[in-house]
């Protein structure tokens, strides 16, 4: 790496803007996909166990990244 100036080489800085750049609906897309992945694995984990409240739990949280998701896409034809 001799001879690089600053000018040569990458500068990432985690405070800048392009950091935060993702628009909101794909946000809430990504956001709504982990949580629908979640809810699903506390669901099973829930029925495995035995217990009825963890998969209550998991339904309710996949239910609400279905719907977070959904958000997402609307807010992407939209152009939120």
Do not use: C, F, W, Y
Request: charged share 30%; net charge positive.
């Amino acid at each position: 790496m001799t001879g690089m100036t600053g000018a040569n080489v990458l500068s990432i800085n985690p405070n800048s803007d392009r950091s935060n750049a993702m628009k909101s609906g794909t946000r809430d897309e990504a956001e709504g996909k982990l949580h629908e992945v979640k809810g699903k694995i506390k669901e099973i984990a829930g029925k495995v166990s035995g217990n009825p409240k963890m998969e209550t739990e998991g339904a309710n949280e996949e239910i609400a990244g279905k719907v977070q998701k959904k958000i997402g896409e609307i807010k992407k034809v939209v152009g939120s």
